[in-house]
């Protein structure tokens, strides 16, 4: 379909081909005397392939922080 409306895949965007990613991480915040864990929201525009080594490790952080959240 994409070499009928003359789209060279090659030359697109990365983000366009593989799409992005948004997920939460943890981070730690001081308040007053402690340190607190908190939510932020991640984008990764630029994924691996989640076949690769980085890309498996990737998702398996992710449920991982999953499960820690749902824990508490």
Do not use: C, H
Request: glycine fraction near 2%.
């Amino acid at each position: 379909m994409m070499s009928r409306q003359s789209v060279n895949l090659a030359k697109t965007p990365q983000w366009q081909r593989r799409g992005t990613l948004i997920y939460k991480e943890p981070i730690l915040k001081r308040a007053k005397n402690s340190l607190v864990e908190r939510w932020r929201l991640k984008e990764d525009w630029n994924l691996q392939f989640f076949t690769s080594k980085n890309g498996a490790k990737l998702i398996q952080t992710i449920l991982e922080w999953t499960k820690q959240k749902r824990k508490k």
